[in-house]
């Protein structure tokens, strides 16, 4: 009976835990989830309430509204999807020549791709200021406030873990596939693309989602180098809080809009993703 | 094409990628950080004035404003990294020995507690910031409706800022740790446990002498990625104290893009970052020598 009980206490006792850890972390967006169906005079009222005492959509139908925050959206959608595209390309390249060649700079280039990976932001950002102004100065070509150098800037910081993480993934494609490839008359270029490209499908999916992520997230370069043509949804959510006017509401609801695409995206991608993560963290 | 050639052909985009953005501009940084370069010497940064050691001599002292500023960033980040990696990996620590056990709904719990890690830096501090409104926010209410305040309290602005965005760092930051703590623990062999229990270990003794050791080499990791990550710390501070997040709560990063675009001092900028950045390496030597003795000494 003793032993009884004291299994059961230890369940209740887990069971409790579990729950805990879970309002923990779920608490945030119940809240963020409530506020954005509740009108501002309720937002603004004394009482907490989880459930809104009056439903409303007025939030997500206004958003718009106050900051054009469709126009913050479809920026991101252009700038993470042309990182996703742009990083897979070349880090699939690179992560080819890593896994299937033995050459002098091999082993420096990876050590280069784990430390560039540790490098502070703000260190670059003051000189990629500078040499963006030079480069507009010297050459007259637009490079702050444009796509292509928000998208070519975020292509360069994800591709370190990108090229690591397919890297491992080929490393998993064995090397009898090319060779085979190679004896039915493929060269190595055919080869990569007819073969191993769709052998490492699921591998290269989780490097573009990693490199949508990362450029959907990013903050700190985008308060530099991008400006009102090209602002994403990472600063543009900001702007809901003004001098005078604070939209609490428009803004839970357009946090809910942003938070979207990475939900998805990363469900669809997770075993990999984490794989890659656990892997980089272990071996490291 | 033979084999050399081509093994260099397919990296050189990303070669070139990553030497645009990183390799050259920390070059050229370094070389700035020399400079007085301000507003009138952006359009064309060759003709500005070297001025040798001067904006480091700045960032150094403590009697400039800025450097005063700069010690207090320093301090301010130590202790806003020291507290996210502690607690962060102890929660992480307990969610992972969790986890570990077989139950019910054990994968959707998983996926559950990932779901900071994932959600964008932007919207997790945005809604942080909204939880500790003083006037709107659910924390002063929440406090309030169980007696522990009676007014409310002023979370984002002075002395109490810096830790109410450790709080936002911690939450958004203990899924990783308990992400890769859980992938350590589930490389321990069961059959170490099974024999220490015929022996007669005692819970405590299993984890201190069994689950511990198994879990350093991950441990290691977490610890430095965290110091590198959390030196740099921007986002957090900048979504939910704004640009100027006040003596308080400054930390390197804020204080560096302040001077270099809302005061035109690039040049001192590109000092200070050098200085943050020499500090980074420093303490990653430190580390590494550190564990490397003393793994040493364990074997």
Redesign the interface.
Known sequence: MNKKAKKLLGKIA?TA??IL??L???G??M??VS?SFKSTLE??G???SWIPKTFTLDNYKTMNDIVPVFDYFKNSLIISGGTMFLSI???T??A???S??R?K??NP?IM?LFS?Q??????????????F??IK?TFGLQMTNTYYGLI??Y???S??FS?LMLRNYLDSVPREIDEQALIDGCT??QALFRVIIPLAKPGIAAVGIYSF?MG??E??FA??ISGSRTTP???G??DYIQQNAAH?GN??AA?IM??IP??IL??LM?KHI?QG??SG??K? | ?N??R???F??L???L??L???I???I??FV?SFMD?DITY????TKAPFVGLENYAKGFSHVTTIGKRFGRSMLNVGIFGFLTITIGYFMGL??AL?LN?P?PGRTL?R??????Y??????TF???R??F?AR?G?LN??LK?VGLIHDNVIWLVGNKSLYAVTVAAI?KGW??GA??LL??LQ?IPREIYEAAMIDGASAWQRFKYITFPYLK??TK??II?NI?WN??A??QF??MLGNDPGMAAEV??TL??RR??NHFE?GL??AL??M??AL?IVI?ALYFYFFRIRSQEDA
Not at chain 2, 42 to 45: C, F, L, R, S, T
Not at chain 2, 111 to 116: D, F, K, R, T, V
């Open positions: 887990f835990a579990i850890v879970l923990f972390v779920l945030p967006y809240w963020m506020s937002i603004q004394m009482e907490p390309i070349l880090s390249l690179a080819y020549s890593l299937r060649f050459y700079a091999r280039y280069a560039t540790m490098l502070p932001g703000i260190l670059f950002l003051i000189p990629y200021y500078v040499m102004i030079w100065h070519f800037t292509t360069s910081f591709l370190p090229i190595r270029v992520i959907w997230s903050i700190l308060t530099i949804l990472s600063i959510l900001l609490w803004m839970m946090c942003s938070t990475v939900l990363f469900t997770q984490v993560l656990v963290a272990t490291g | 094409m084999k050399k081509l093994a260099y397919l990296i985009p990303a070669v990628a990553m645009f953005v990183h050259i501009p920390m050229w940084g700035i370069l952006i359009m064309d940064w307990g969610a969790l056990k139950f719990v996926g559950l507690i990932l779901l900071p994932i959600t964008p830096d932007t919207v945005n809604f942080w909204f939880i409104q709107i659910i209410k929440m409706s939450w899924p990783f992400l890769i992938a350590g490389t080499p991950v990791t977490f990625m590198l030196f740099n921007f986002n900048y979504v390197p990063s560096i893009l270099a675009f690039y900028g590109s970052s050098m943050l950045f980074m990653t």
